[in-house]
Structures are given as C-alpha cells and as structure tokens.
C-alpha cells in the first residue's frame, strides 16, 4: 500500500507546489523559476496549500471508502463547494466552470449521473484532476466492463463528454500499470494501447481518440521539446503535460517541478503528474522539506485512513471468492 500513500502525497504535494505559479506564463517561469513550495500571495495563502484539484480528489477518496455511491460522491463535491469542507482554509477555489455547473445543477435536485456537462466545450480537466482514487478502488472490481462503467460514471459526475471519459480513462490504467510494478516506458505503452483498443470497437467513442493520437508513438511524444507540449486546462492538453513531464524526467523532485515550470494551470498539471510519480518512486522521494510545509496533513491522512480500510476489506473479499 506504500505505492498508494505515495500515488496520495505525490498528487497533493504537486498540487500544493504549482498553486503559487498557476496561470504565469511560461516565459516568466524561466526568468524566475519555482524550486520550493512557495506561499501563493496573490491568493493571501500559506506555502503548501492545496486547490480544488486535491479537495476534489479527496471527496472523491472519501466517499469510495464508504462504497461506490454516486448521490454521495455528489454531496461531497456540494458540500466542498459550498461549506469548504476538504479544504485547508475553509473555503474552496480554484473551482472550474464546468465543474461549478455540475454542482448547481445537483443542488436543485438533478440525479448525480445526470448532472454532467456534455458539450465539447466541457473539456477541461476538473475530472481528470480527481481520479487518482479509483485506478487503486478498481483493482479489485474484476470485471473490465464493469471498471469501465465506473471510470464513465464517474467522470460523468461533472464531465460527460466522451473526450474527458478516454483521457480519465488513459489516466486510469496508467496508475494501474504503474502500481503493478510496470517499468514506466511499458506501463505506458500497455495503458495507450489498451484505451485505443477499447474505445476503437465503441463508434461512439472511435471519432475522438483523434484527439489522443500523439500519444500512440510515445517515443516521438517524449521527444517533444517544451515549446511543443501545452499545460492548459483543456483535459487533452493536460494529460499530456503530465505523462511528458513523468516520463522525460528522473524523479519525483524533477518530474513536479518541471510540470510547474511549465505554467498555465499548473497545478493541475502538477497534481496529475505528482500521482505519477508517486506511484512509481514512492512516497520517500518527495523532499522532506515539502513534506514538512504541506497544509491539511490531517484531512489528508483521515480520508487516506479510511480508503485504505476499505481497500483492504475488498481485498480479503476477493481472496475469499478466489
């Protein structure tokens, strides 16, 4: 379970470390680079304080740990929204348009499934910010259909277009393949593949792997220079920010800090591929001093708590089956 504490803490911590830097431009971050968790003072908040991207990942962590529940997933995200629970200061920001949306529409009374946005202008990445839960929930549903269902619905919550799905998705296995041990060059190579197969045999899906398709020849991807990777909120845009910044880097030092370097919505991207590397080089290579500044370690420790209990219930009972 080491790898998921890490997968945790990787995510918040690379969070935490891009708030200060989001929305600089690219060029300003040259002339004055992040290295350190920094205080965002704009904002009027402490070094090592975490967005919306790990509030939400949170909700959704915490509410997986009381079973797969929709409704529930949904009033976490209100009660975020409104009342700042999972959050350090009180209050939540950062919040999306697409996401901001889903939300009202849940409170004036629409079922979960039915409050996500589908136009092909909701494409940012509010869920993919908050999927890192479910590729170490997944592991034990057995069934691919079923997983992939829950990946849709899930994401559905707040993103309903089928671009978000694939991207959530890609995201997904990756985790997966990374927690199985995967070396990072295969782990990704498995997750590209087995999404483009998948959605391929889908016409509904088939037109917008289109979208995705820099990613088939990953060599030539990882081979792209800065100038040619965007670090926007566009959800395709920021997928592939996070898997240039995993795997053109060393470390879990290196890898954050360059996804913050890159500007724009770096926190986000930051987050994404803090899971990343979390997964794959453990929780003791984040830098203790990062560590040591990171806000809502409690919050953070208490959902992690009780994910992990429920973790392990699902593992005995899968054993039990087998």
Known sequence: MQKIIGAVYGFCVGDALGVPAEFNSREALRITPVETMQPAEELGLPAGTWSDDTSMMLCTMESLAEGLDYEDMMVRFYRWFNFGDYTVAGESFGVGNT?????????????????????????????????????????????????????????????????????????????????????????????????????????????????????????????????????????????????WCFYTTHSYKACVLRAVNLGDDSDTVAAIAGGLAGVYYGVEAIPSEWMDVLQGKDIIEKVYAKFFRRLRKKAAQLAEVE
Do not use: W
């Not at 079923?146 to 998705?169: G, N, V, Y």
């Not at 995201?171 to 990374?178: Q, S, V």
């Not at 398709?213 to 220079?225: G, P, Q, S, Y």
């Open 99 to 243: 996401t901001r949306k889903a939300i009202h529409t849940f409170a004036k009374g629409k079922s979960a499934l039915e409050c996500g946005r589908d136009s092909e202008n909701d494409n940012g990445n509010g869920s993919l910010m908050r999927m890192l839960p479910l590729a170490f929930y997944l592991q034990y549903i057995p069934n691919e259909e079923e997983r992939m269902q829950i990946i849709h619905d899930c994401a559905s919550l707040t993103h309903a277009h089928k671009r978000s799905h694939i991207a959530c998705s890609i995201y997904i296995f990756l985790c997966m393949a990374l927690f199985a041990g995967k070396e990072k060059k295969e782990a990704a190579q498995l997750a590209i593949r087995k999404a483009f197969k998948y959605y391929k045999a889908l016409p509904e899906y088939k037109d917008e792997l289109q979208h995705y398709k820099a990613l088939e020849d990953l060599d030539a991807f990882i081979a792209r220079e800065d100038s040619e990777i965007s670090s926007s909120g566009y959800v395709v845009d920021t997928l592939e920010a996070a898997i």
